[in-house]
């Protein structure tokens, strides 16, 4: 009726015939299948053979370089279709099916009359678009054969095209707009650049976003920013966007002074915007908000060598007062590469690291690769040159950064166990520009293409485009202009063997820096006396509890005055990094009774 075309449709129970192997059936219809319409519901997470259906078609859409050709009809309310943190094969894909804009039809559920049948209209109306766009986007071969216009030699070649974004600073000075208009203002101009680009005729296969998403942790600049990430979401293949925290994410707020030392803001508080920011954006992204706010992506074509992205977090409260400079700490490094021995990366995978603050030491940078650095860039982690050493043994070629201002392509040697091999190649260390307006002197809009193509045996290769404006206000338009580079040979790749003996090279100190952390925040509770004042007497009660446990006679009135005598004398360094909070007490002020 709507196309006034034969559209035939595939329903199991009426099109598999008595005697058949329904298996078999199934797999032929899905894999000949248009479309894929799931009718949402607490039973269809449940069947077994519902998520397999849901599994297969979902790669032939990938096959097909596609992510619109699942019509989810939302029937009957699911919990998992909102809350997916478990880790199984129905809340993973719950998640793609929410990310997906589906028609709610809860309400109808147990309509029979003019509603009920005007939803079918708008279903069908839906599947005609849906048809006429997946039509516009095939071509008839000689043969008849209907292929995708972009060529499928890319898949053959294992090619990859990533967008790099950071430092966007949403909610920096901008009154003209609300953050939802700001976020969709920006995400339009980039869509608009990148068609004209040439970019979008296919989805890409990732998006990377490296922190600074607000500015001074300011809530309207998260909201304009998850505006942007979820508009963007629509030009990438389905849960393939990566983010990490920059330093205007996490609300570290004012330290405290004991003596001379500097104590940091309780962790939960000072990570708790980036984290809502993050649950915000639901499965529009891979990011489980984990204890360090690191993350991982494969990107793969079939059984064939594909990239790994993981996102390490710079912007760490574990250090306090580092001028603008980040910290990774050894507790990361072995955690990320325990999942990654654990998850899905697979033997001559490349793997490329992101992070907000650049990894690379001034000292050490090549600068042969791209020229000199146009301005002073001293904001790197204080850590950076282990975490290099372990990057490099990893396997990772690639590092990925903002924080820079300006975009940056340096290259970096020297670092983990085969710095002396003549044919180890130095990691590549690329640094986006501002994507947010910092001043009239700096681009701004900045954000960088990578295309990496990786053949089944041998070098890799890597290019990239840089994008950027100059000019133009929030509501003006700006000159764009377009950079590419030249290719760079990538010869490191995932080689589990060495992997394996360099995460456990790093296990001790991985150990020491959680213990180091330990002692830190239990000091930190501190803080609530002068900032958080009527939360002072539930925290002082807490920590009598503590100290009890180690000194059973205390009371108190004895924590009460211990914590008074320590704001009054207080102790040195070396103790704050050697004791916890509640160890010091029950050792120096508590006398044993009796």
């Known amino acids: 009726m709507q196309t006034g ?30 479309l894929f319409i799931p009718i949402i519901s607490p039973s269809y997470f449940a069947s077994d053979v519902c998520l397999a259906e849901l599994d297969r078609f979902l790669q032939h859409e990938r096959q097909l370089d596609r992510s619109d050709l699942v019509l989810p009809v939302y029937y009957v309310e699911s919990r998992l279709l909102t809350q997916h943190e478990a880790l199984t094969t129905a809340a993973r894909l719950a998640r793609i099916l929410a990310s997906r804009q589906y028609r709610d039809w809860r309400h109808l559920r147990f309509e029979t009359s003019k509603p009920f049948f005007m939803a079918i209209a708008e279903l069908a109306s839906d599947i005609r678009r849906t048809l006429e766009r997946v039509r516009s986007a095939v071509a008839d071969t000689d043969s008849g ?105 996490i609300g570290r707020g004012a330290s405290l002074t004991i003596g001379q030392y500097s104590l940091p803001i309780g962790k939960l508080d000072a990570e708790r915007p980036f984290r809502e920011f993050v649950r915000s954006l639901g499965n529009h992204v891979v990011n489980t908000p984990n204890t360090y706010l690191s993350a991982a992506l494969r990107l793969a074509r079939g059984d064939g060598r594909g990239v790994v992205i993981l996102g390490l977090n710079t912007c760490r409260v574990e250090r306090v007062n580092l ?76 590092t990925l950064h903002g924080h820079a201002r300006v975009s940056l392509a340096t290259s970096v040697g020297g670092y983990g166990s085969l710095a002396t091999d003549p044919q180890d190649r130095p990691i590549i260390s690329l640094g986006t520009g501002n994507f947010g307006v910092m001043n009239t002197t700096v681009p701004g809009h900045c954000c960088r293409l990578l295309e990496i193509t990786i053949p089944d045996h041998g070098e890799a290769s890597l290019k990239w485009r840089d994008f950027s404006s100059s000019g133009g206000s929030p509501t003006a338009a700006r000159r764009w202009v377009s950079k590419v580079s030249r290719p760079v040979v990538l010869n490191r790749f995932w080689d589990p063997r060495r992997a394996q003996e360099t995460i456990r090279s790093t296990e001790w100190a991985a150990l020491l820096a959680r213990i180091d952390w330990e002692f830190v925040e239990s000091w930190s509770i501190l803080r609530a006396k002068s900032q958080l004042p009527k939360d002072w007497p539930r925290v002082q009660e807490d920590l009598y509890k503590r100290v009890k446990d180690l000194a059973p006679n205390v009371t108190f009135q004895d924590v009460q005055d211990a914590t008074e005598q320590i704001f009054q004398s207080p102790p040195s360094g070396d103790i704050v990094e050697g004791l916890t909070l509640q160890e010091y007490i029950a050792a120096r002020w508590i006398k044993p009774r009796g």
């Open 323 to 398: 001028n603008g400079c980040g910290y990774v700490g050894a507790d990361q490094i072995y955690d990320v590469g325990q999942s990654c021995v654990r998850g899905p990366v697979q033997s001559g995978d490349l793997l490329i690291a992101v992070t907000h603050h650049n990894l690379v030491p001034i000292a050490d940078v090549d600068f042969g690769l791209s020229g000199p650095i146009p301005i002073p860039i001293t904001g790197f982690p204080v850590d950076a040159g282990s975490v290099l050493a372990f990057l490099a043994d990893l396997g990772v070629v690639v």
């Open 145 to 249: 054969e209907r292929v995708r216009r972009h060529r499928v030699t890319k898949h053959e070649t294992n090619a990859f095209r990533v967008i790099h974004i950071a430092d966007l600073h949403f909610g920096r000075g901008h009154q003209v707009l609300s953050p939802a208009e700001l976020g969709n203002r920006y995400a339009e101009e980039l869509e608009d650049q990148w068609r004209r680009h040439d970019l979008i005729s296919s989805p890409l296969d990732a998006l990377v976003l490296s922190g600074d998403f607000s500015f001074e942790c300011r809530p309207e600049g998260f909201e304009a920013a998850a505006t942007f990430v979820k508009r963007l979401s629509d030009l990438v293949r389905p849960h393939s966007i990566l983010v990490v925290p920059g330093a205007h994410d």
């Open 5 to 34: 075309e034969e559209f035939p449709v595939f329903i199991d129970r009426r099109d598999i015939q008595w005697g058949e192997n329904w298996a078999r059936r199934i797999d032929e219809s899905l894999d000949a299948s248009t």
